[in-house]
């Protein structure tokens, strides 16, 4: 997951990755796990110092359907407790090359 080996690697290419994947994807699957994935994105891009809603913005504008686009641009803007990892049901898990997002329950 491009989420995660942005924190293993420290790298912000892979979460313009996870980005570029959900645009490619267009919403074309369910739409709650393209949530988890912004989610997971969002949380890594945090956890780097990286500027969130000015990443976002730049992924929203390559949108080609407008709800995706609304979605990627507005996921940095909502409130903190309906963007975070306990929310979702997710947690942290390890460090370094073994840092990953875990859902809580499995």
């Known amino acids: 997951m491009m ?3 942005a ?4 790298s912000a290419e892979k979460l313009w990755d996870g980005l ?21 994105l969002f949380h890594s891009t945090i956890k780097l110092n ?3 809603e000015k990443l976002f913005a730049k992924a929203a504008s390559l949108a080609v359907n407008p709800d995706l686009e609304i979605a990627i641009r507005n996921f ?3 409130p903190a407790e309906s963007r975070s990892l306990g929310v979702f049901l997710y947690e942290e898990c390890g460090s370094g090359e073994l840092f990953n997002y875990r859902k809580l329950g499995t």
Do not use: S
């Open 3 to 5: 989420a995660e080996e």
């Open 7 to 10: 924190v293993r690697k420290l």
């Open 20 to 40: 570029t994947a959900l645009l490619i994807e267009n919403y074309a699957m369910d739409g709650r796990e393209t949530q988890i994935r912004l989610m997971l």
């Open 50 to 52: 990286l500027d969130a």
């Open 76 to 78: 940095p803007r909502r």
